[in-house]
């Protein structure tokens, strides 16, 4: 079975300040892996995802991430923190039936 | 074009009254997803459906949830006899086809609150 790990229920980090929040899977097959942004009050919006083509996937708003598959790692990162970035980040692995398999979520604090 | 909707966008029931919520997909979109998101249990599936298949339903809590989708298109959750750990937010997602690269489109969702 699928699982995904979010280390880090808040990060903290400055405006200006690299961003890097962090996610770990568990799949026995190949996975594709979603990284799913959400404001409050709203629904989530896909930052990104990985689908076995390119390591490095870019995705909006300045963001990408790095599949690892010998780290079984999906980090997500941003050179330089906005303040429009606060808010909670959540990593997830798609099932065989399709399904989304969601870490426990990120909320990230962007300090002026 | 729209993307997915959700109504009510809030809902306060009573301990024991059943609730509706309703599902407006993206058109065209033939995978339908509900999902709850709670404090303690975080972001977890409840149903899904694809087409004209039967739908995958092993993520409801107990026999007092339901859903379905009529003509392929809108989908109504219900929830009877509702129950204080009930309150959540309730997601929907649609997603084109079933395949395996495409994302799902997430609606706003309903916050229910159970007193």
């Known amino acids: 079975a699928q699982s995904v790990t979010q280390l880090g229920s808040h990060v903290s980090v400055s405006e200006g300040a690299l961003v890097l929040l962090r996610c770990n899977y568990s799949s026995s097959v190949p996975p594709y892996l979603f990284w799913y942004v959400q404001y409050p009050n709203q629904g989530l919006q896909l930052l990104l995802k990985y689908t076995s083509a390119a390591t490095l996937v870019k995705g909006i708003n300045g963001f990408e991430a790095e599949f690892k598959k010998s780290e079984t790692s999906f980090h997500l990162t941003k050179p330089s923190a906005h303040m429009s970035d606060a808010a909670e980040y959540f990593c997830?692995?798609?099932?065989?039936?399709?399904?989304?398999?969601f870490g426990s979520g990120t909320r990230l604090l962007v300090r002026p | 074009g729209a993307g997915v909707s959700q109504s009510p966008s809030n809902k306060v029931t009573e301990k024991g009254k059943d609730v509706e919520l309703r599902c407006d997909p993206i058109s065209g979109h033939t995978a339908l997803y509900w999902y709850r998101q709670s404090l303690g249990q975080g972001l977890e599936f409840l149903i899904y459906f694809q087409g004209n298949s039967a739908p995958d339903k092993s993520g409801l809590p107990s026999d007092r949830f339901s859903a379905e989708r009529t003509g392929g298109s809108v989908s109504t959750l219900t929830i009877q006899r509702t129950q204080q750990e009930d309150s959540a937010v309730y997601l929907c997602?649609?997603?084109?086809?079933?395949?395996?690269?495409?994302?799902?489109?997430f609606g706003p969702g309903t916050r229910l609150t159970v007193t």
């Open positions: 997602a649609s997603r084109r086809e079933v395949v395996a690269t495409y994302e799902q489109y």
């Open positions: 997830a692995v798609q099932d065989s039936s399709y399904k989304l398999i």
